[in-house]
T-cell receptor, first 115, second 116 residues
Framework: AQSVAQPEDQVNVAEGNPLTVKCTYS??????LFWYVQYPNRGLQFLLK????DNLVKGSYGFEAEFNKSQTSFHLKKPSALVSDSALYFC?????????????WGAGTKLIIKP | GAVVSQHPSWVICKSGTSVKIECRSL??????MFWYRQFPKQSLMLMAT?????????EQGVEKDKFLINHASLTLSTLTVTSAHPEDSSFYIC????????????FGEGSRLTVL
């Protein structure tokens, strides 16, 4: 079965430190990978995506993610965390075999950045 | 960038009444929109895929008669929660895709429904 895993319900990081939010996937076909962020009581905002090309993808707010095909991972990273990065982060994947643009979603990881 | 507007952002209603939530794509045409329900423990559940001019495609376990979806135009999809009950209280989020090649989604701000 196709799935996306975000193994950590919550990640705590001190402000200024690097952060990583993990995502692994299990899909058939070539994956299209996405990261979205959700602030409290808000909809989701697009952060970045990997479709093809360079494995390191840079996105909004200084975030980046690296596509690792052998490990089937797409971890989200940022070199220096800000308190304002505290939010809920979702990883999602779509395959070329999946019709009408539906995404498979991870369960979400709550990121808490402490001052 | 593409904007998806969702209204109302929050609504409180009495048990047994119906509530309509609107989702509009403001600067692009969306033949396909998605409705999600978000539970308190964070997870997003896809409820249905709304297709302009045709019937919505519901995910397994979602009651079609309970959650009515209408996608009458290329910029508007509505979700009506009929005969709402307290267990329908949740955060409902819509999204639309503009880029058919990548499937990148743009999300509404969500609607918090509380059924008393």
């Amino acid at each position: 079965a196709q799935s996306v895993a975000q193994p950590e319900d919550q990640v705590n990081v001190a402000e200024g430190n690097p952060l990583t939010v993990k995502c692994t996937y299990s899909v058939s076909g070539n994956p299209y990978l996405f990261w979205y962020v959700q602030y409290p009581n808000r909809g989701l905002q697009f952060l970045l995506k990997y479709i093809t090309g360079d494995n390191l993808v840079k996105g909004s707010y200084g975030f980046e993610a690296e596509f690792n095909k052998s490990q089937t991972s797409f971890h989200l990273k940022k070199p220096s965390a800000l308190v304002s990065d505290s939010a809920l982060y979702f990883c999602a994947v779509r395959t070329s075999q999946r019709s009408n643009y539906q995404l498979i979603w991870g369960a979400g990881t709550k990121l808490i950045i402490k001052p | 960038g593409a904007v998806v507007s969702q209204h109302p952002s929050w609504v409180i209603c009495k048990s047994g009444t119906s509530v309509k939530i609107e989702c509009r794509s403001l600067d692009f045409q969306a033949t396909t929109m998605f409705w999600y329900r978000q539970f308190p423990k964070q997870s997003l559940m896809l409820m249905a895929t709304s297709n302009e001019g045709s019937k919505a495609t519901y995910e397994q376990g979602v009651e079609k008669d309970k959650f009515l979806i209408n996608h009458a135009s290329l910029t508007l999809s509505t979700l009506t929660v009929t005969s709402a009950h307290p267990e329908d209280s949740s955060f409902y989020i819509c999204s639309a895709s503009r880029d058919y090649n990548t499937g990148e989604l743009f999300f509404g701000e969500g609607s918090r429904l509380t059924v008393l």
